[in-house]
């Protein structure tokens, strides 16, 4: 492993602008990467779909042992924001790498890119025996993995994945993540003079306000969380509000269990809206499923023996943060989300220490050729 070359490599990405929907400059530099490792690269249309320039990339590399199954590696190109102008700043002394403070520095998931090409790079180096190599750098990962959602899943031949995404140390992967479901419901009351008939008008965000009172929300149980985070309405301070927007989401480990936080809330809204002669329209939308990836599986299994072999103790937990792998799942194609050392991800403090970042890509060379 080049501790240099992946150092290099780490910097010139988080200095490319990729947010989502503008990773064009940065799949144009992943294209030519990996052309220049033997990769065909196809890049699909799911730009054209999302309204942006960029599709996904998805490249094959033939293996050079037919005994050994092939392996999907995956990724997102695209980050948050504040990330146009970023820069990595390296403290050798404390061993991280940081942004500059005013923009985040794209750890997530530009770690997780670099694992992956210094992984394959070193294993072409080394001649090491190896099945077929499938590549996914993804586009839109950051809203709901909208580019890994438009992906042509018929070309995998891969029958797990491993998706270098998670916000967490070396020898961590999330074998569970939740549904995330995003709901608004509007309050249609009847609008009256405030000063001189209030009792003609109904109020709507009174009702609202009943509504969010009677609801609970936070941590509904160790796998289920629920926010109602905005709430607008009125037009006027001496008329009645014949109108009120609430929207919020709720998450959960067992997408039906989300689903019937839902429901309670609706029959919520009716009965509170009946009462008080108001009417009401709902809406919700599931943003990302919730996947659960078996840890007797042989993904798992290979990753817990790879673990093992560099000295790290394999742990599998849940993350409360959807990523492209609750996708694959709904295509039937297991996977877990490997921890590649990103932290404080989607604010400026972001960082990730040198160690975890050159460890996380000798875990991925391992599971390109950990022995049979």
Same mark, same amino acid.
Do not use: W
């Given at each position: ?152 899943? $018929?070309? +995998?031949? &891969? !029958? %797990? ?7 967490? =140390?070396?020898?961590?992967? @999330?074998?569970? *993540? ?58 006027? $301070?001496? +008329?009645? &509000? !014949? %109108? ?7 998450? =959960?480990?067992?997408?039906? @269990?989300?689903? *019937? ?73 297991? =996977? ?37």
């Amino acid at each position: 492993m080049d501790r240099t070359r992946i150092t290099d490599m780490f910097t010139k990405l988080v200095e490319t602008d990729s947010i989502s929907f503008g990773e064009r400059q940065m799949a144009d530099i992943l294209t030519a990467e990996l052309e220049n490792l033997g990769f065909e690269v196809f890049e699909d249309d799911a730009g054209r779909n999302l309204g942006s320039d960029t599709g996904n990339l998805y490249a094959f590399l033939k293996g050079t042992d037919s005994s050994r199954k092939p392996v999907l590696l995956s990724a997102h190109m695209d980050t948050v924001v504040p990330g146009i102008g970023k820069k990595a700043l390296i403290d050798h002394d404390k061993g991280i790498i940081t942004s500059s403070g005013d923009t985040i520095l794209g750890a997530d998931d530009l770690a997780g890119v670099v694992q992956i090409l210094e992984a394959v790079r070193t294993v072409i180096e080394n001649g090491s025996p190896r099945g077929d190599i499938e590549i996914l750098f993804t586009v839109a990962e950051e809203v709901y993995g909208k580019g890994a959602a438009a992906f042509d899943y $018929s070309r +995998i031949i &891969s !029958d %797990s994945a491993y998706v270098m995404d998670l916000s967490e =140390g070396i020898g961590i992967a @999330a074998v569970a *993540a939740p549904s995330i479901i995003s709901f608004a419901f509007e309050i249609h009351g009847r609008s009256a003079h405030a000063g001189f008939e209030p009792e003609a008008g109904i109020n709507a965000i009174a009702v609202a306000s009943q509504i969010i009172s009677a609801t609970p929300q936070g941590r509904l149980t160790d796998d289920i969380t629920f926010n109602i985070g905005t709430i607008s309405g009125g037009s006027i $301070s001496n +008329i009645v &509000s !014949d %109108s009120c927007i609430c929207k919020g989401e709720v998450r =959960g480990l067992d997408h039906e @269990a989300a689903c *019937a936080v839902l429901d309670d809330l609706r029959n919520r809204i009716d009965r509170i809206c009946a009462e008080a002669g108001a009417k009401y329209t709902f809406s919700s939308e599931v943003m990302i499923h919730a996947y659960r990836t078996d840890e007797t599986s042989d993904v798992c299994r290979l990753f817990a023996d790879v673990c093992r072999s560099i000295g790290l103790e394999p742990v599998f937990t849940s993350t409360k943060a959807g990523s492209d792998n609750n996708i694959f799942a709904l295509h039937d194609l297991p =996977g877990i989300v490997v921890g590649c050392g990103s932290r404080n991800t989607h604010t400026i403090d972001e960082y990730i220490n040198l160690d975890d970042l050159y460890k996380g890509a000798e875990l991925v060379e391992k599971l390109l050729t950990f022995p049979l």
